[in-house]
């Protein structure tokens, strides 16, 4: 053991109460107000000089589109559906230093945005849609380029498979009777399918990161490679694709703008899981209307895109963010959303932050074809701390 050391327990918080008050929509029910938290708690137990254990509890609402601003239906939601949950509890070990071992529960390396995200809604969305969590397995990032001209560059890889033990239940939120629109209540199964979803380690994750360039700096990349095994519903290997950058231009000591982008997609999205389908015909001896059920797969591919910009001057800071999800599907077809974030910040004593903003949305309509038009006012207030 080195000299000095003593074991010891480094924690860190993120967490924030938003609230989106939707002011107009096409559908009744997404008008109104929802408020939750979200955010997380990081923990690590360093034990002995390059090993630790890692932990981090999540905080998020549990029911469809509740992180979002769900459907409050014409009235004010507080902390509805609100839950905690292990994101991530895994052992780590760096037995050089450029080389760092991880095995346990985590999240596998993929998309970066729904980490890195600034804004308000822009990180949430991001997480919905491609954060890779409730991984169990083993993983590993070697620095394999560290120059002061090429800049320093990560490879992350994961093998892993969908967490079906106690660590994947809430603690909080349960769901209730006949309530469909939990998305999460209980210990994964494996009657729930989904990609992953196999109970072996066929699943695997690669990213390329790399930052340092003397040539360019402030600017950053990274890139994304997923596979995952189809559930007991799915019939095909999903695959994902991811590509990000960042690039930060300093003005001066006081001012900076920060543009990023990442695009990622999914081919065979949720493995292609089966799916019924209604086709209404006639009868050719009576005539009369029938309806025949077939079975099919679900052939879809989702492309996820985000583009914006922050500008920071002093403790303020401006953030303007783009985000489509298209989903081209074989059946089922849904028109592709369109999302606009506007929103300001400051930094305020003790480690608080505060931002407000404005959503433009077109979104999918869940009981009526076509999109449908919303208008929301959105607001954080956020503290992060050891």
Request: proline share 4%.
């Amino acid at each position: 053991m080195d000299a000095g050391f003593q074991p010891h327990l480094a924690t860190e918080v993120d967490l924030g109460f938003t609230a989106v008050g939707t002011t107009r929509a096409t559908d009744r029910e997404r008008r109104g107000t929802s408020g939750f938290l979200y955010g997380e708690v990081a923990a690590g137990l360093h034990l002995a000089p390059g090993f630790s254990i890692q932990g981090v509890l999540a905080f998020e609402p549990i029911g469809e589109g509740d992180a979002l601003g769900g459907s409050p239906d014409g009235g004010v939601t507080g902390f509805r559906r609100q839950s905690a949950f292990l994101e991530a509890l895994f052992a780590e070990w760096r037995p050089t230093e450029d080389l760092t071992l991880q095995a346990g529960r985590f999240v596998a390396p993929f998309g970066r945005g729904h980490h890195d995200f600034p804004g308000i809604l822009t990180g949430i969305r991001a997480h919905e849609v491609y954060a890779i969590t409730d991984s169990l397995g083993g993983g590993a990032t070697y620095t394999f380029l560290s120059d002061p001209v090429l800049g320093e560059h990560d490879v992350s890889a994961a093998i892993f498979t969908l967490d079906r033990t106690a660590l994947s239940s809430t603690f909080a939120t349960r769901r209730r009777c006949c309530d469909e629109r939990y998305e999460r209540f209980n210990r994964n199964t494996r009657q729930q399918g989904g990609p992953a979803n196999t109970g072996q380690a066929d699943n695997f994750a690669v990213a390329l990161d790399g930052d340092g360039f003397a040539w360019a700096p402030g600017l950053s990349y990274h890139l994304g490679v997923l596979t995952r095994g189809a559930g007991n519903d799915g019939t095909a290997r999903e695959w994902g694709y991811a590509a990000g950058l960042r690039y930060e231009q300093r003005w001066s000591p006081s001012q900076r703008t920060m543009f990023f982008a990442e695009g990622v997609q999914y081919r065979n999205a949720a493995a292609r899981p089966r799916t019924e389908v209604t086709l209404l015909g006639f009868d050719p001896s009576t005539g009369d209307e029938i309806e025949t059920v077939l079975e099919t797969a679900l052939r879809e591919r989702r492309t996820f895109t985000t583009l914006g910009v922050q500008h920071r001057i002093g403790e303020w800071r401006g953030t303007v963010a783009w985000q489509r999800d298209q989903r081209k599907r074989s059946v089922e077809t849904l028109p592709t959303e369109n999302y606009l974030e506007a929103s300001i910040g400051t930094d305020l004593p003790y480690n608080f932050k505060v931002d407000a903003g404005y959503q433009y949305g077109r979104y999918a309509r869940e009981d009526a074809a076509g999109l449908g038009i919303s208008h929301a006012v959105l607001f954080r207030l956020g503290w992060r701390g050891l």
